[in-house]
């Protein structure tokens, strides 16, 4: 009973795994990898290893979105660009 | 080599890695059980030298080494960006017009700033006392900047980041790892050997001799390789376009 | 097992289910809201259970993680901020709720802490938490509206 909520945990990575990988725009797979990030950390919390789940969270709630949007930004604009010129 | 052929490739070395890594996991020792051999050893070398944080002992005493290896991937993945992303000769720089933003979000970025900074050292000056530690304090306190360009805007960001400070402050705090680790070999010990300092009172935040030292320049090394990382990315995403000029 | 846990694994189920669901289906902006929502839902849960294992410095987690998912959020409202100008995704219903949320387990974790250091932090995390989530929920719809270029 007492690994009720490791189980939780589990599915919730599992989920949303699978989720970031089903998805095929990056903007909305960032999304989906932000919420995995976050389940990520409760897994390694309730696993006892918070250091992990520290680390996780610090790069995973903030860092990688903004790192991933700037790509897709710069992607985005390099596209609209290219499209400008043709015309 | 044909569609098929690298199908049944793939099936084969997946299948085999499959039933290698299940035979493995089979002969694993039960989830949660009592026997720890490593851990029992670490957490006593841990108490020997005054580190609350068995962890942080770990990293930073026990297994310094492997940190700087770590250190030093994140330094050649740093410098490996920077170069990659560097202005091109067929690109000219467009600054970015000022952008209109909300401002209740403006002062929510106004005063989270200076929490999410304090809240990031706090966690690496914490990093042998509690979870945490230099990479993730350094994280924190880099993200913490980049509140600037999120609630007012890249000029805004600019003036409190200056790059070439972060560069050289990258260098600097690797430089003082290994400093510190040639320093135990001087001193009589072997490299990064923890025989430098006095250990310390338990518990409290000068404890654990070199460990809060390593863990501070790596905090300051993490920091910045985050600060030039994104500064690189947010160049490139708003302010680098293609063509030589206009 | 303590009650402490049981509450943890009911609100990180709840929470996470839900959020997996709100983010992985749907226009762009219900899934901005979904990701709000996690940090709002998955933080009481560590907070809970830092409580139910009994170890204080578990509170690091949820303050990290009360400053960050803001952040994270902020991120999104601003890169996407030309898609979410047309949805103009909105959810207050569900954000108070959230924010309800937080605030009772902060008020009751207070409680049982009594006053000292503990509390301070918690309440720290508590207006962290509250606040950051708001501001966010504000933010996407319609916080920046004018970041076309830059």
């Not at chain 1, 932000?34 to 390694?44: D, R």
């Not at chain 2, 900074?117 to 306190?141: D, K, N, W």
Request: proline share 5%; hydrophobic share 55%; charged share 15%.
């Amino acid at each position: 009973m007492a690994d009720a909520v490791v189980v939780v945990a589990l599915l919730a990575v599992a989920g949303l795994a699978t989720a970031a990988v089903a998805n095929r725009d990056p903007a909305r797979q960032a999304l989906v990898l932000a919420v995995l990030g976050t389940a990520l950390a409760v897994l390694f919390t309730v696993l006892q290893a918070p250091d992990v789940g520290l680390s996780q969270l610090a790069v995973g709630s903030a860092l990688t979105p903004l790192l991933i949007m700037l790509s897709v930004r710069k992607v985005r604009r390099r596209s609209a660009h290219g499209k400008d010129s043709k015309q | 080599m044909n569609p098929r052929a690298r199908l049944w490739l793939v099936v084969l070395g997946g299948g085999g890695l499959a039933a290698l890594l299940v035979a493995a996991c089979l002969r694993l020792p039960a989830f949660g059980g009592p026997w720890h051999p490593y851990g029992d050893r670490a957490v006593r070398a841990a108490l020997a030298r005054h580190i609350a944080n068995t962890i942080a002992s770990v990293n930073f005493d026990q297994r310094a080494f492997d940190t700087m290896g770590e250190m030093t991937i994140l330094f050649a993945a740093v410098l490996g960006c920077v170069v990659l992303l560097r202005q091109a000769r067929d690109e000219h720089r467009d600054p970015p017009e000022p952008c209109e933003v909300a401002a209740p979000v403006r002062r929510y970025a106004l005063v989270v700033l200076p929490i999410a900074l304090v809240t990031g050292l706090y966690v690496i000056a914490h990093g042998q006392l509690s979870p945490g530690g230099g990479f993730q304090g350094g994280v924190v306190a880099a993200t913490a900047l980049h509140l600037m360009y999120l609630g007012a805007d890249y000029a805004a960001l600019e003036r409190i980041r200056p790059v070439e400070a972060f560069e050289i402050g990258d260098a600097l705090s690797a430089s003082a790892y290994l400093v510190l680790g040639f320093a135990g070999v001087l001193a009589g010990g072997a490299f990064l050997a923890n025989t430098l300092l006095p250990y310390g009172t338990f518990n409290t935040l000068s404890s654990g001799g070199t460990v809060p030292l390593l863990n501070a320049a790596i905090g300051m090394e993490v920091a910045s390789a985050v600060v030039v990382l994104l500064a690189r990315f947010l160049d490139q995403a708003v302010e680098i376009e293609e063509g030589s000029g206009s | 097992m303590n009650g402490w846990i049981l509450a943890a694994t009911v609100v990180l189920a709840v929470g996470l289910g839900t959020t997996l669901w709100g983010v992985a289906t749907g226009p762009l902006g219900r899934r901005v809201v979904a990701q709000n929502l996690s940090t709002a839902l998955v933080c009481p849960g560590l907070l809970l259970l830092s409580q139910g294992y009994d170890r204080t410095s578990y509170v690091d987690l949820a303050l990290l993680l009360a400053l960050l998912g803001p952040v994270g959020t902020l991120v999104f409202a601003r890169l996407l901020a030309d898609e979410l100008a047309e949805e103009q995704p909105r959810a207050w219903g569900l954000t108070w709720a959230a924010a309800g949320l937080g605030a009772v387990v902060v008020a009751v974790l207070c409680a049982v802490t009594g006053p000292g250091r503990s509390m301070v932090k918690l309440l720290i995390v508590g207006a962290l938490l509250v606040g950051g989530n708001l501001l966010a929920s504000r933010a996407m719809s319609g916080g920046f509206p004018g970041v076309s270029r830059g």
